[in-house]
């Protein structure tokens, strides 16, 4: 049956209707949040396995396999949820902000003749947006690595945070405010690593496949080449992303941090760990990457769906 098109699902200027950029980033943290409901044991399993074996000790977990079993078993099903309120505050924050920001300078960079930013342009656009919301989201992130690798302490030494706000409380009354932001270099880096090596690499490994003739410019396509894409921007990373998690999660010694910087977090692991450990977590941190990204897309589909039905269909 052919669909008649309603007079309310148009504009007077006879343009469909869309729903507000406000509503467009709600729906793009939403959704975030969503996603990470489902892949908040994988972030902790990821947390757990990059503090494992810090400061030259023995590691406490052989594999990412071993982690996971070891937490269900000692701090139950609960425990590989250590964390999700920091987590969905985290997509809050940080989503929202990266998709605002980019959204902005894509419109104003756009051509005044409707022709989009080229790929170097659109590239930039990605880092600034990626870094300006990790740096946003960076206080959420601190809370995050906190809560996460709290399970692995002994009883005395665990900082006991309630939920996401009693840390941010804690922190700031306990460490004062810059404490919230302690990290957030490495954290912005990591945000434009994974921004030019998603971009670079999905384009070159579509582009591959399309080549090898064995695929069409289809879902399946898309697919091999995210995972691909997945796995080299998982690669590049992750060194960033241990010294942001060993720099936000770190104590004071005898009133001295424990690492200075990030580039002292990468020496130690290498000196006292070996080269390889800054890796430490790819699985789970691969294993994450592709199904939030997935869900992400499938929630706001679902979201921009139910707005157009309820409000923008007359």
């Not at 980033?25 to 399993?45: E, H, I, N, R, Y």
């Not at 309630?162 to 880096?189: D, H, Q, S, Y």
């Not at 971009?199 to 064995?214: I, R, V």
């Not at 921007?233 to 104590?251: E, G």
Request: charged share 20%; with cysteine; net charge positive.
């Amino acid at each position: 049956m052919a669909a008649t098109a309603s007079p309310g699902a148009g504009g007077m200027d006879g343009k469909p209707r869309t729903s507000p950029k406000s509503v467009k980033f709600l729906f793009g943290g939403l959704a975030g949040m969503g996603a990470t409901v489902f892949v908040q044991p994988l972030d902790l399993v990821k947390n757990r396995m990059q503090l494992s074996g810090e400061g030259a000790k023995t590691r406490e977990y052989k594999t990412s396999f071993h982690a996971l079993t070891s937490i269900l078993k000692a701090e139950g099903l609960r425990g590989i949820y250590t964390g999700l309120s920091a987590g969905l505050l985290r997509q809050a924050t940080y989503t929202t902000t990266r998709l605002g920001i980019y959204t902005v300078l894509f419109e104003r960079l756009t051509g005044a003749d409707g022709t989009p930013p080229g790929f170097l342009l659109k590239a930039l656009i990605g880092m600034t947006a990626g870094a300006t919301g990790a740096f946003v989201g960076t206080p959420a992130e601190v809370a995050l690595i906190r809560m996460t690798a709290d399970g692995r302490l002994p009883a005395d030494q665990r900082r006991g945070y309630k939920n996401v706000f009693n840390a941010l409380i804690r922190i700031t009354r306990e460490e004062g405010v810059p404490t919230l932001w302690r990290g957030c270099i490495p954290t912005m880096a990591r945000a434009v690593v994974v921004n030019a090596a998603q971009l670079a690499s999905y384009s070159q490994s579509k582009q591959f496949l399309l080549d090898s003739g064995y695929f069409s410019d289809n879902i399946l396509c898309h697919f091999c080449a995210s995972m691909i894409s997945g796995l080299v921007t998982t690669a590049a990373s992750m060194p960033v992303d241990i010294a942001k998690t060993r720099i936000q999660n770190m104590r004071m010694i005898n009133g001295k941090p424990e690492y200075k910087n990030g580039l002292d977090v990468l020496v130690k692991v290498i000196r006292y760990e070996g080269f390889f450990s800054l890796w430490k977590g790819f699985t789970p941190y691969y294993a994450r990457l592709g199904p939030h990204t997935v869900l992400t897309f499938i929630f706001l589909e679902q979201m921009n769906k139910a707005y157009k039905r309820l409000f923008l269909s007359g």
